[in-house]
Every structure is written in C-alpha cells, then in structure tokens.
C-alpha cells in the first residue's frame, strides 16, 4: 500500500521567512514524489517533482529515502505563496496518491 | 489545447438520484483519474484508468462507477446519491511516460447532495 502524510493542516508564516511543508511517505517500491498547489479560485497544478531535481518559484524539494521524506523548502516567503499544498505520490501501479494537505499563510 | 473539462462545475441532488459527472481531455493522456475532495482529508481516489477499456477502483469507490469506452472520456455516475457523498469531485489525466507524469485537472465538479 502506498501511504502520503502531511502533519501540518496549517501554516502560517511571516513573509520573508523560511518555509517548510512536511511530507513523508510509505511505499515499498520506487516512488515518484510530487508537490502539486491549489491557488485560491485556480486549478490544482504541479509545483515540482522529485525526478526533475528542478525549483519552481524558489520551492526546492529532496526526496530522502533514509527517512522516507520529501519536504517542500523555501527560504524567503512571499504572499503570493499562499495556497494549499498537496504531497503526492506514484507507485508501480501508476496510482497517484496525495496527501491532507497543508494550507499555507503568508503573514505580510 | 482545453486540457481536462469537467461538467457541471455545480450540481445539486436529492438523496437516490442518479447523475453522471463528465470528464473529457483532449490531451491523448492514457491515464484518467476521479478524486473526490473533502475539508481535512485531502484528495481521495476513487476510480482510476490506466487506457482505454481499463479501470479500476481507488481509495473510496463504493457508490461510484466508471466506465472508460474512448481515451478521451472517462465519466463517474453517482448510482443513488446520499449526503455523505456531498463533495468537490475532481477529475485529472496525465501520460504513462515515467519521464512526463504530470497531472491535469480539472476545475471541479461541486456537488450537494439534500
């Protein structure tokens, strides 16, 4: 079975501080991890994934298979980053599973 | 391109009806997914579809069928509608590539059910 948690719902956060969502995950294969954001009144769409090692908007994520991670990190946040983050993952039966989610709040 | 098109965006129904929400992609994805999303407890598989002909239950599917005759088209019936399946439904598609695995959705499909 494939698992994703996200323990935080909520986060609020000064701009201009660092960000962190967590996420871990539970799958007995190799897993592909994504961050998607929901932005008020748009589209779910993806923010970043781990295979591309790539940062979108200053959001940079490492897959740590160690500790079965793959946080989400900004160091400056700004307001347009609030939104509703979703971890997801797909396993070798092609099944995409997300996490709770974590809305985040920009404090200006 | 219209990417994935869900229809209706709202939609409300007295408990035991039946109505089907439609999901079209004009993508050529092989991949098709329902996900039903609730305060709290995230995006929720319910039925998914790896082709044509191909489909097969997620997370929650009881009350739900799908069937999946084109690429293109992959609608999800709600049999005999009750309250607890009052959600926002999201429908999404991607490819098969393991390089390209990025998942399109829809705008949702806000469904109450009295």
């Known amino acids: 079975a494939q698992r994703v948690t996200q323990p935080e719902k909520l986060l609020s956060v000064f701009k201009g501080a660092p960000v962190e969502l967590k996420c871990n995950y539970s799958?007995?294969?190799?897993?592909?991890l994504f961050w998607y954001v929901q932005y008020s009144r748009q589209r779910l769409q993806l923010l970043l994934r781990?295979?591309s090692r790539e940062s979108i908007k200053g959001f940079t994520a490492d897959l740590n298979k160690g500790e079965t991670s793959f946080h989400l990190k900004k160091p400056f946040a700004q307001e347009e980053d609030s939104a509703m983050y979703y971890c997801?993952?797909?396993?070798?039966?092609?099944?995409?599973?997300f996490g709770t989610g974590t809305r985040l709040t920009i404090i200006p | 391109n219209a990417g994935v098109t869900q229809t209706p965006k709202f939609q409300v129904l007295k408990t035991g009806q039946s109505m089907t929400l439609q999901c079209a992609q004009d993508?050529?994805?092989?991949?098709m997914s329902w996900y039903r999303q609730d305060p709290g407890m995230g995006l929720r598989l319910i039925h998914y579809?790896?082709?044509?002909?191909?489909?097969d239950q997620g997370e929650v599917p009881n009350g739900y069928n799908v069937s999946r005759s084109t690429t293109e088209d992959f609608p999800l019936r709600l049999l005999s509608a009750a309250p607890s399946q009052t959600s926002v439904y999201f429908c999404?598609?991607?490819?098969?590539?393991?390089?390209?695995?990025?998942?399109?959705f829809g705008q949702g499909t806000r469904l109450t059910v009295v």
């Open positions: 999404a598609s991607s490819n098969r590539d393991r390089a390209n695995t990025e998942a399109f």
């Open positions: 781990h295979i």
């Open positions: 799958y007995s294969g190799s897993p592909e």
């Open positions: 997801a993952l797909r396993g070798g039966n092609e099944k995409l599973t």
């Open positions: 579809s790896v082709g044509a002909g191909i489909t």
């Open positions: 993508m050529n994805h092989e991949y």
